[in-house]
Each structure stands twice: as structure tokens, then as C-alpha cells.
């Protein structure tokens, strides 16, 4: 019978993330996979004990929390070595654990010193002839590898939007308090302020049930001879802020603004979705103003429905890569899609 150490950590306001409980569903599935029954949760940050009455209905035979200040933000120096004692001390021979930008490099470096090997980006995990087996695409989401490793622990780490978030009840959760001494100059980085990628408008949102893509053409010359960036602009804000979507981009649309040229002021590189962006797993996703070329959509493999808009009939989208195709002007459609949506919020 194996044992499986869960790693979790808190979020700015002191309680769990979706990632964190997409973690747990995975831990989950590997224990009902392998028949095992010695499961081990591990919550670090500050808030980390509250954050515990999260947990409850989760077969966890034990929780254990780190929420000494030192631990409170994330440190890749602190947080390995919490990684590395707790590791040590459960000898598990599974550790799983969120991919988030707080553990991608702690954990993997902590079970590295206790003896372990660590997987990144795990989408699937199954059992065959008792041998757990992982899941994850390569290649820039093109081809995905089933694979399996001797080492032991062996860490997982849990690709965002990959399993369902585990559903809890409320309740009390008893844990215990574990205490790790930092050696001296360990803790010598300090966080000293977080600042935003954007200001204004919020425009990336992992937890949307709604992908917005801006293509290039917003700012291209529209039917009238002119460009409309800003009546673009507000279309696409207020878009966003009725909906809760999450804002995505074209290649050319984020070149155009590193560029220097005239482009939607909120848009960054984080917004750019395809070969050479991000692969977001929204349920849905509404692009606008994009041809729907190969480079772009390769982004959309886990968007579960798509829909388009473009004057253009036989664009990309037309072609197969999208479930609906609007072709209609964006600027109209968004323009009368607003205006219903601020109906329906009065």
C-alpha cells in the first residue's frame, strides 16, 4: 500500500484556489487508481489553518499546515526547503500538487533533495497492472505522451483547468501544526509590493467560463474608411466586465502593441493565445476580428465550444475550427450584445 502527499498553498486572501482543489481531485483519482487509502494533505501560507476548514468531506488521513510568517509568501528558497522536510518526513511515494507559478520550481527542487523526480503540466493520471501512469502534452499542445517513472516520490504537478475542482462541504478539519527552522540568510528575499500586469480593466481571468479573442482587425479601417480604436476599446471593456470573460489575442494584435503601434491599450503578451501564446481551457470562447489560422487556433485544443465572428465566410473558423460562425461586423454585434447584457444586469 503506497502513500500520496497532496501539496496545497493559499491564495492572497488566505484561503484555497481553484488550482487547489484541482490538485485534490487528481489526488483523488490517483488513490482510487492504485487502491490506496494513505493520503496526506500539506497546506502552506499565510491563512494556511483557517484555509484547512476548506478540506472538509476530503479523505485525507492527516493535514498538516506551515503558516509561519517566513512561509507566508512565496519564496522559491523557503518554500523548497518546506517541500524537502515534509517530503522527508511522510515518505510518500507520490507527491501531486497545482503547476501554479508559486510551486512550478519549489516543489520540483524540494523532492529533488529528498531523492524524487517531478513531472510539470499533468493532465491524466491512470493505473495499469498496479503502475501509475501520468498524461501531458508536448510540443506545444500538439502531441501528448503517456508516461511512467520508478522514482521514488515521484511529483506531479497538476496542469490549471486539466481535472474538476474537488467539491467540499463545510466543516471543521483537525490538523497539526508543524514548525521548520530557517537557516540563517534563507529567507533574505523579501516580497516588498506585487503590482498588476495591466491597470484598469482586469483582462485575464483563468476561472471564465467565456474566452473573448480581439483579432487585428479591430484596428484596421472599418466600413466607413476609419479606424475606431477607441469606440473598440470601450466595446471590448465593457464586454469583459458584463461577462467575467477572460480577454485573449492574436499573434499580430500583441505585435502591433510591442511594436509601438496603435492598438487596444489594456493588451499584453499575456493576452496572446496560440503556438506561441498560452492554451487556456475555457468552456467557451467567442473570437472576433481573427482569420482562425492554424498558429492561433492551436490555442483553442480545450476551448469545448467555439463560436466566431468575421465578415470573411471562408475564413479559418469557416473551415471546421469553429462550431458557429458569425458572419456579421464585430463592431455591430458586440455593440448590440452589450446593450442586451446591460438589460438583463438592470
Request: with cysteine; charged share 25%.
Amino acid at each position: 500500500m503506497g502513500r500520496l502527499l497532496v501539496f496545497l498553498h493559499t491564495e492572497e486572501e488566505g484561503k484555497l484556489g481553484r488550482t487547489a482543489f484541482e490538485a485534490l481531485t487528481a489526488a483523488r483519482e490517483v488513490c482510487e487508481a492504485l487502491n490506496w487509502d494513505d493520503l496526506i494533505v500539506a497546506v502552506i501560507g499565510a491563512g494556511a489553518d483557517k484555509a484547512t476548514a476548506e478540506l472538509s468531506g476530503f479523505p485525507a488521513k492527516q493535514v498538516v499546515v506551515l503558516d509561519a510568517p517566513e512561509f507566508s509568501k512565496p519564496r522559491y528558497s523557503t518554500d523548497s526547503l518546506a517541500a524537502y522536510e515534509i517530503v522527508t518526513r511522510f515518505k510518500p511515494d507520490v507527491v501531486v500538487g497545482p503547476n501554479t507559478s508559486r510551486f512550478q520550481r519549489a516543489l520540483p527542487g524540494g523532492i529533488y533533495r529528498a531523492g524524487g523526480k517531478t513531472d510539470t503540466h499533468i493532465c491524466a493520471v491512470f493505473a495499469r497492472d498496479r503502475q501509475l501512469f501520468a498524461k501531458k502534452w508536448i510540443y506545444r499542445q500538439r502531441i501528448e505522451v503517456t508516461f511512467t517513472r520508478t522514482s521514488k516520490p515521484w511529483g506531479l504537478l497538476v496542469e490549471p483547468g486539466a481535472f474538476k475542482p474537488a467539491k467540499m462541504s463545510t466543516g471543521s478539519v483537525g490538523f497539526e501544526k508543524i514548525v521548520i527552522p530557517i537557516p540563517e540568510g534563507l529567507d533574505r528575499t523579501v516580497v516588498l509590493e506585487v503590482k498588476g500586469a495591466i491597470s484598469g480593466v482586469q483582462t485575464v481571468r483563468p476561472d471564465a467560463d467565456l474566452l473573448f479573442v480581439a483579432g487585428a482587425g479591430w484596428t484596421k479601417k472599418q466600413s466607413d474608411g476609419q479606424i475606431h480604436l477607441n469606440e473598440a476599446e470601450e466595446l471590448i471593456k465593457e464586454f469583459l466586465e458584463l461577462t467575467g470573460a477572460s480577454l485573449g489575442s492574436t499573434k499580430s494584435l500583441v505585435d502591433l502593441s510591442a511594436e509601438g503601434a496603435a492598438t487596444l491599450s489594456f493588451l499584453t503578451p499575456l493576452n496572446q493565445v496560440g503556438q506561441t501564446g498560452s492554451t487556456p481551457r475555457h468552456p467557451r470562447g467567442l473570437a472576433t476580428c481573427c482569420h482562425g489560422e492554424e498558429p492561433h487556433t492551436v490555442g483553442w485544443r480545450f476551448i469545448n465550444e467555439r463560436r466566431a465572428i468575421n465578415l470573411d465566410p471562408n475564413c479559418g473558423w469557416a473551415r471546421g475550427k469553429a462550431d458557429v460562425l458569425y458572419v456579421a461586423d464585430a463592431f455591430a454585434v458586440i455593440r448590440k450584445v452589450n446593450e442586451l447584457l446591460r438589460q438583463l444586469k438592470k
